[in-house]
């Protein structure tokens, strides 16, 4: 049978001599909003890194629809934590969002009427059309985050992951963002969200990957959110968040 979802086969990832995952396997259906949890240094993000090859593994495959993922990258969208991006760097929202259009458009190539009508969609789609000539150095946390998922949407992709979208984002940057995924995982995408807090609004997600190096628990939320799992997950260092997540 053919699968039409996200597959991580004996994943493992070594940074010199510390094994930063270990036999991470994984199955990631379309149309359920998922989330990574785990503690900080626990490889959430090795794990989105490893799966885009943007560090090598030590060994394992990811494939989506029975291909490797590794060839079909244009499908993939893909939002790195905030720490992780230079917000120094000189570019307007206009720029951000349309470097979701470069892989379509070539480098150095005008965009077309369609690329340009997509990157103003999207702009639109997160509340951001205002900012269009704005530094992106000049926004708040959450305007930032919005952009840089108006960027994924420009790209139309079937994959689309974020790394702690949720960080220094404002209430209403927080609505956005999860009435975006759960538009998209109602159109058959394939969503996964790194979320390292536990909080209420852990209950959005569908599906979850409990990490600490390995999987302690994954699938349905209420089955993850298990006490006994939380506990070998964050050994005891996590004040529980309110049974009613779960
Ligand atoms: N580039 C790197 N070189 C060496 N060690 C790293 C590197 N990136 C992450 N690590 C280590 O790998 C482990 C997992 O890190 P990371 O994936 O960033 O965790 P998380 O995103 O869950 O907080 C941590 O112990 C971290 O210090
Ligand atoms: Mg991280």
Redesign the pocket.
């Known amino acids: 049978m053919s699968d039409q979802g996200l597959t991580v086969s004996h994943l493992g990832v070594y940074?010199r001599r510390?094994e930063?995952l270990h036999n991470i396997n994984l199955s990631i259906q379309p149309g359920r909003l998922t989330g990574i949890i785990?503690p900080?240094?626990?490889?959430?993000?090795?794990l989105m890194k490893g799966m885009l090859g943007l560090i090598p593994l030590t060994q394992g495959t990811v494939s989506y629809q029975d291909r490797p993922l590794l060839q079909q990258l244009e499908k993939v969208a893909y939002v790195p934590q905030r720490s992780q991006i230079d917000w120094t760097y000189p570019v307007t929202v206009w720029d951000v969002v349309m470097m979701g259009r470069v892989r379509q458009t070539g480098w150095l190539k005008w965009f077309s009427a369609y690329s340009r009508r997509m990157g103003l969609e999207a702009l639109q789609r997160v509340d951001m059309s205002a900012y269009i000539d704005r530094p992106i150095g000049e926004l708040s946390g959450g305007q930032q985050q919005r952009v840089f998922l108006a960027r994924s949407l420009a790209q139309d992709a079937d994959i689309f992951l974020f790394d702690e979208p949720f960080v220094g984002v404002d209430q209403k940057t927080e609505n956005i963002l999860f009435s975006i995924f759960r538009e998209l995982v109602a159109n058959g995408k394939i969503v996964i969200v790194v979320n390292h807090d536990l909080g209420e609004s852990i209950t959005h997600f569908d599906d979850l990957i409990l990490l600490n190096r390995e999987i302690i628990a994954a699938g349905k939320r209420q089955f993850v959110l298990q006490e006994t799992h939380l506990t070998q997950a964050y050994r005891g260092k996590v004040t529980f968040f309110n049974q009613k997540a779960a």
């Open positions: 940074y510390l930063a785990g900080n240094g626990a490889g959430k993000s090795t």
